[in-house]
Structures are given as C-alpha cells and as structure tokens.
C-alpha cells in the first residue's frame, strides 16, 4: 500500500507561480508512474500531468507550456511547478501514483486558488 501526502498549494494572483509536492511512503517500490490531477468545483477530475519512473512525461493541453512535473525518486517526491497560473487553474490538487500491477493510490488533495 502507498499513501501520498501533497503540499505547496494555496492561494495566488494570476500570472503567479506555485509549487507542489508530493511524499510517497509505504511500498514505494511498487509505484510506477505519479502525477497531479485536478478537479474544479462541478467537475470531473483530469490529469494534469504524469511522470514515469523513467522520466517519460506527458501534460494535458490546457497547462504545457506553463506547468513542469519532475520526480526525485531517491526521495519519493514528485514536483509539479506551476508558473503563469490563471483562474481556470483553480482547483483541488491531487497526486496519484500507479504501481506496476494497475493499484491505484491518492493523496488527499491541496486546494490552488488563482485569484486577484
């Protein structure tokens, strides 16, 4: 079992930058691949970006270009630095991590509000 604890979120102006981060503990050998997704009051969850244990990574449309994931596995932690926020960023963060048989696991979310 995993368990995924966020941090870093909080509230900024447009056009700001925030980072978060994300300790894994319990079978960390296991985990596969992490990553950020998101979910804005009255909608669904969607990934924001993943980063495999390799360092492949890929990004929803919405934030390349403004949004870098990053992994330190000697640590457990993924990274995801957001620059260039808007208010459509505004959402609960949370971190997944998938491990290598398909066990999903979840943070408990940190909440991002970009407003002026």
């Known amino acids: 079992q995993v368990q995924l604890v966020e941090s870093g979120g909080g509230l900024v102006q447009p056009g700001g930058s925030l980072r978060l981060s994300c300790v894994a503990s319990?079978?960390?050998?296991?985990?596969?691949?992490m990553g950020w997704y998101r979910q804005a009051q009255g909608k669904e969850r969607e990934l924001v970006a993943d980063i495999t244990k390799g360092g492949s990574t890929r990004y929803a449309d919405s934030v390349k270009g403004r949004f870098a994931i990053s992994r330190d596995n000697a640590k457990n932690t993924v990274y995801l630095q957001m620059n260039s926020l808007k208010p459509d960023d505004t959402a609960v963060y949370y971190c997944n991590a998938v491990s290598y048989s398909g066990f999903v696991s979840w943070g408990q979310g940190t909440q991002v509000t970009v407003s002026s």
């Open positions: 319990g079978s960390i050998f296991s985990i596969s691949t």
